[in-house]
Protein backbone atom coordinates (compact mmCIF):
# COMPACT_ATOMS: atom_id res chain seq x y z
CA UNK A 1 0.00 0.00 0.00
CA UNK A 2 1.55 3.16 -0.78
CA UNK A 3 0.06 6.36 1.44
CA UNK A 4 0.78 10.31 1.20
CA UNK A 5 1.90 10.86 4.52
CA UNK A 6 3.83 9.00 7.59
CA UNK A 7 0.76 10.09 9.48
CA UNK A 8 -1.63 7.88 7.26
CA UNK A 9 0.39 4.96 7.05
CA UNK A 10 0.15 5.05 11.39
CA UNK A 11 -3.13 5.53 11.05
CA UNK A 12 -4.06 3.04 8.87
CA UNK A 13 -1.94 0.54 11.12
CA UNK A 14 -3.74 1.55 14.15
CA UNK A 15 -6.67 1.40 12.60
CA UNK A 16 -6.42 -1.97 11.64
CA UNK A 17 -4.98 -2.98 15.41
CA UNK A 18 -8.61 -1.74 16.84
CA UNK A 19 -10.35 -4.15 14.31
CA UNK A 20 -8.00 -7.08 15.03
CA UNK A 21 -8.00 -6.27 18.74
CA UNK A 22 -4.47 -4.77 19.66
CA UNK A 23 -2.76 -2.36 20.69
CA UNK A 24 -0.13 -0.42 18.47
CA UNK A 25 2.84 2.03 20.01
CA UNK A 26 5.28 3.92 17.50
CA UNK A 27 8.68 1.69 18.07
CA UNK A 28 11.57 3.65 16.25
CA UNK A 29 12.39 5.99 13.78
CA UNK A 30 15.17 5.80 11.11
CA UNK A 31 16.08 9.35 9.08
CA UNK A 32 18.37 10.37 6.12
CA UNK A 33 21.18 11.94 6.72
CA UNK A 34 21.17 14.04 3.65
CA UNK A 35 17.75 16.14 4.77
CA UNK A 36 16.45 14.52 7.59
CA UNK A 37 13.55 13.05 6.66
CA UNK A 38 11.97 9.96 8.32
CA UNK A 39 13.20 7.38 5.93
CA UNK A 40 12.09 4.14 8.44
CA UNK A 41 8.94 4.41 11.04
CA UNK A 42 8.60 0.83 13.17
CA UNK A 43 5.08 0.69 14.48
CA UNK A 44 4.55 -2.55 16.44
CA UNK A 45 2.42 -4.32 18.61
CA UNK A 46 2.25 -2.71 22.42
CA UNK A 47 3.21 -6.18 23.64
CA UNK A 48 6.21 -6.30 21.65
CA UNK A 49 9.49 -7.38 23.27
CA UNK A 50 10.25 -7.48 26.80
CA UNK A 51 10.69 -5.06 29.73
CA UNK A 52 13.74 -5.20 31.65
CA UNK A 53 13.55 -6.55 34.95
CA UNK A 54 14.11 -3.91 37.76
CA UNK A 55 16.38 -4.08 40.46
CA UNK A 56 14.37 -4.76 43.75
CA UNK A 57 13.96 -1.70 45.42
CA UNK A 58 12.83 -1.45 49.01
CA UNK A 59 10.32 1.53 48.20
CA UNK A 60 9.01 -0.45 45.64
CA UNK A 61 5.10 -0.85 47.08
CA UNK A 62 3.04 -2.30 44.36
CA UNK A 63 4.49 -5.02 41.61
CA UNK A 64 3.60 -3.89 38.14
CA UNK A 65 2.18 -6.80 36.10
CA UNK A 66 4.04 -7.85 33.11
CA UNK A 67 2.99 -5.93 29.93
CA UNK A 68 5.04 -6.77 27.63
CA UNK A 69 5.61 -10.78 26.02
CA UNK A 70 7.91 -10.60 22.72
CA UNK A 71 5.22 -9.98 20.38
CA UNK A 72 6.34 -9.97 16.82
CA UNK A 73 3.76 -7.57 14.82
CA UNK A 74 4.71 -4.52 13.53
CA UNK A 75 4.61 -3.12 10.15
CA UNK A 76 7.07 -1.03 8.82
CA UNK A 77 6.68 2.33 6.78
CA UNK A 78 9.61 3.28 3.84
CA UNK A 79 10.12 6.37 2.63
CA UNK A 80 10.01 6.19 -1.60
CA UNK A 81 13.30 8.00 -2.61
CA UNK A 82 12.06 10.00 -5.84
CA UNK A 83 8.50 10.67 -3.87
CA UNK A 84 6.98 12.22 -0.78
CA UNK A 85 5.22 8.84 -0.04
CA UNK A 86 5.10 5.82 2.16
CA UNK A 87 5.09 2.39 1.52
CA UNK A 88 4.43 -0.69 3.51
CA UNK A 89 7.94 -2.27 3.36
CA UNK A 90 7.57 -5.17 5.99
CA UNK A 91 4.73 -6.49 7.62
CA UNK A 92 4.47 -9.54 10.22
CA UNK A 93 0.87 -10.74 11.35
CA UNK A 94 1.54 -13.40 14.01
CA UNK A 95 0.76 -12.64 17.89
CA UNK A 96 2.06 -14.29 20.62
CA UNK A 97 -0.68 -13.69 22.59
CA UNK A 98 -4.21 -13.67 22.60
CA UNK A 99 -6.44 -10.47 20.88
CA UNK A 100 -8.71 -8.73 23.03
CA UNK A 101 -12.13 -9.90 21.38
CA UNK A 102 -14.88 -7.09 20.64
CA UNK A 103 -17.19 -7.17 24.00
CA UNK A 104 -13.83 -6.01 25.90
CA UNK A 105 -12.45 -3.96 23.08
CA UNK A 106 -13.09 -0.78 24.95
CA UNK A 107 -11.07 -1.38 27.77
CA UNK A 108 -7.50 -1.37 24.81
CA UNK A 109 -5.84 2.13 25.55
CA UNK A 110 -6.67 3.14 21.79
CA UNK A 111 -10.60 3.09 21.85
CA UNK A 112 -10.04 5.00 25.79
CA UNK A 113 -10.59 8.93 25.49
CA UNK A 114 -11.57 11.16 27.47
CA UNK A 115 -14.22 13.70 25.45
CA UNK A 116 -15.27 16.96 26.12
CA UNK A 117 -18.03 16.31 27.77
CA UNK A 118 -16.33 13.68 30.03
CA UNK A 119 -14.02 16.46 31.32
CA UNK A 120 -16.86 19.02 31.72
CA UNK A 121 -18.76 15.86 33.81
CA UNK A 122 -15.78 15.49 36.53
CA UNK A 123 -15.16 19.10 36.79
CA UNK A 124 -18.60 19.97 37.51
CA UNK A 125 -18.43 16.93 40.27
CA UNK A 126 -14.96 18.25 41.31
CA UNK A 127 -16.75 21.57 42.28
CA UNK A 128 -19.60 19.60 44.23
CA UNK A 129 -16.73 17.63 45.73
CA UNK A 130 -17.10 14.64 44.36
CA UNK A 131 -14.39 12.25 43.80
CA UNK A 132 -12.90 11.13 39.88
CA UNK A 133 -13.87 7.38 41.16
CA UNK A 134 -17.25 8.39 42.25
CA UNK A 135 -17.84 10.42 38.67
CA UNK A 136 -16.65 7.09 36.82
CA UNK A 137 -19.65 5.57 38.89
CA UNK A 138 -22.10 7.78 38.42
CA UNK A 139 -21.04 8.43 34.19
CA UNK A 140 -21.31 4.53 34.10
CA UNK A 141 -24.95 4.52 35.63
CA UNK A 142 -25.74 7.66 32.93
CA UNK A 143 -24.63 5.76 30.35
CA UNK A 144 -25.84 2.39 30.93
CA UNK A 145 -22.67 0.29 32.04
CA UNK A 146 -18.90 -0.14 31.68
CA UNK A 147 -19.53 -1.32 27.83
CA UNK A 148 -20.15 2.30 26.97
CA UNK A 149 -17.75 3.86 29.00
CA UNK A 150 -15.32 5.76 26.31
CA UNK A 151 -12.68 5.71 29.45
CA UNK A 152 -11.46 4.43 32.79
CA UNK A 153 -11.37 4.74 35.93
CA UNK A 154 -7.71 5.50 35.89
CA UNK A 155 -8.15 7.96 32.77
CA UNK A 156 -10.83 9.87 35.21
CA UNK A 157 -8.44 9.83 37.68
CA UNK A 158 -5.60 10.95 36.14
CA UNK A 159 -7.49 14.22 34.22
Known amino acids: MKFDTLQQG ?9 VS ?3 TRLYSTK ?3 SDGKISLKYCVCNKEG ?22 NARITLKLINDQDNYI ?4 REGHTHPLTT ?3 AHHTKQSRNLTLAHKKYIMDNSRANIGATKSYRLMKE ?14 FKNF
Open 10 to 18: ISFYENYAK
Open 21 to 23: GFD
Open 31 to 33: KRK
Open 50 to 71: FRETPRLQSNCKKKRPTTRMGC
Open 88 to 91: IFSF
Open 102 to 104: PNS
Open 142 to 155: HVGGYQNMAASVTD
